[in-house]
């Protein structure tokens, strides 16, 4: 039987990491791994310094387990009570195939398109960013990811999506290394470049 993991970047998220226990409790063949970057020991996790967001989580996650990851990964962020299409995510999972798709790759994308090529964001609900280098979508795509036409992509927002191993694979392990090193800062101007570039990373 296929393999399923969710791993998921948590605050102090024990709502969320209960409701997931209870959503896979008999589903033998789902394994949960949460990453905690806050303070919580109210569940079993793994620590990681408080950097990045959760497009941070998931980079370390696909580097440090590169050779072992499940036939399906589905990455999802805690605080479901503010944003609710993490959960539907995780839900639907369970009820309909979300990866027959040819791309391996699903995400809640809304409908919305990647931004233009030289998009930047320097100031984000009232704070300032950390500055990504080089700046601008397609400069930061070209130097750490590849080469593409945005115009072809939608965005992956919402701090989740499920993506196959076949996919996670189709790249070297070091591209998420180093988008992980890219995002290990407190507020990276390059994780909301990530959203807008999950989809060009896996298909």
Not at 10 to 34: G, Y
Not at 55 to 82: L, M, P, Q, R
Request: negative net charge; proline residues 2%.
């Amino acid at each position: 039987m296929p393999s399923t993991e969710i791993v998921l970047s948590a605050c102090n998220d024990s709502d969320v990491v209960e409701e997931l226990k209870c959503m896979i409790q008999d589903k033998p063949d789902v394994k949960l791994t949460v990453y905690e970057k806050c303070a919580s020991d109210a569940y079993d996790n793994i620590k990681l310094d408080n950097v990045g967001r959760e497009t941070h989580t998931f980079a370390h996650h696909f580097s440090e387990n590169y050779d072992s990851v499940a036939d399906t990964t589905i990455c999802v962020a805690g605080n479901w009570k503010k944003h609710k299409a993490r959960r539907r995510l995780v839900e639907r999972h369970f009820v309909e195939d979300v990866l027959s798709n040819e791309t391996g790759f699903k995400c809640n994308n809304n409908g919305k398109l990647a931004k233009h090529a030289e998009w930047k964001i320097g100031r984000y609900q009232g704070r300032d960013l950390d500055l990504a280098n080089p700046r601008g979508l397609k400069k930061w795509s070209d130097a750490h990811i590849k080469e593409v036409n945005f115009s072809d992509y939608d965005a992956c927002f919402g701090g989740s999506m499920i993506v196959s191993a076949d996919n996670i694979r189709h790249n070297p392990r070091q591209l998420y290394s180093n988008i992980a090193a890219e995002l290990a800062v407190n507020e990276p101007e390059a994780g909301h470049y990530m959203e807008r570039l999950w989809q060009v990373a896996f298909t």
